[in-house]
């Protein structure tokens, strides 16, 4: 058990690489990406991979592929406009967040 806890933190990256955010593996413009937060970010690298490894989920049945080319651009356009989109600042999957609570004033009656 304390095996698998160990292997959840330590999987793929390292605690400092998942605070500090996605990595900017897609060449978006770096004034762009420093502008989008750690879930748009997020939101941009999902989207951008789901598509262009999902070609036929996103034109009709009869239709052939686009040029792999072409398709990437759509499916990049597609991923900037989706992590434009995002409203908030909502973690990712498997983002380590700390919350630090104030203590509530008691009324005075």
């Known amino acids: 058990m304390i095996k698998s806890v ?21 060449r978006v413009p770096k004034k762009q990406w420093e502008r989008w937060n750690i879930c748009q970010r997020d939101v941009f690298n999902r989207t951008y991979i789901f598509m262009l490894e999902n070609q036929g989920l996103f034109h009709h049945p009869k239709q052939k592929d686009l040029n792999p080319q072409f398709w990437k651009t759509t499916c990049w356009n597609a991923a900037w406009i989706a992590a ?25 009656q």
């Not at 434009?84 to 005075?108: C, L, M, Q």
């Open 84 to 108: 434009d989109a995002v409203v908030g600042e909502v973690p990712p999957s498997k983002t380590v967040i700390e919350v630090k609570a104030k203590p509530r004033k008691k009324k005075v």
């Open 6 to 26: 160990v292997d959840d933190v330590f999987n793929v990256q390292s605690l400092r690489e998942r605070l500090r955010g996605p990595k900017n593996s897609y």
